[in-house]
Nanobody, 120 residues
Framework: VQLQASGGGLVQPGGSLRLSCAASGSIFSINGMGWYRQAPGKQRELVAT???????NYANSVKGRFTISTNNAKNTVSLQMNALKPEDTAVYYCNAAIRNYVGSRYENYWGQGTQVTVSS
């Protein structure tokens, strides 16, 4: 299984970016997907998650600014980021809980990370 993230870049404060992540490989079902981020010198933290039924959860710091969504048919998860702040600067990682085949357990997979830099 591979998670391929894209969409990072440099944006000015107040700007927007959209991250996308596509899961491919041996996938029977996906229980949930999400985005995490890690800033220099800090631990990786949860940004947003979404379950297979569409329930979402956001870090307090991004509520009202970020929106997570999925396309279950395409095994993708996206993160629309608006009103970006310098403190949003980090490497963003996508995550998915994937069952590879019938009867297997859900395994946790990570994408390679994409850099988001918010700076004037």
């Amino acid at each position: 299984v591979q998670l391929q993230a894209s969409g990072g870049g440099l944006v000015q404060p107040g700007g927007s970016l959209r991250l996308s992540c596509a899961a491919s490989g041996s996938i029977f079902s996906i229980n949930g997907m999400g985005w995490y981020r890690q800033a220099p010198g800090k631990q990786r933290e949860l940004v947003a998650t979404i379950t297979s039924s569409g329930s979402t959860n956001y870090a307090n710091s991004v509520k009202g600014r970020f929106t997570i969504s999925t396309n279950n048919a395409k095994n993708t998860v996206s993160l629309q980021m608006n009103a970006l702040k310098p403190e949003d600067t980090a490497v963003y990682y996508c995550n998915a809980a994937i069952r590879n085949y019938v009867g297997s357990r859900y395994e946790n997979y990570w994408g390679q990370g994409t850099q988001v830099t918010v700076s004037s």
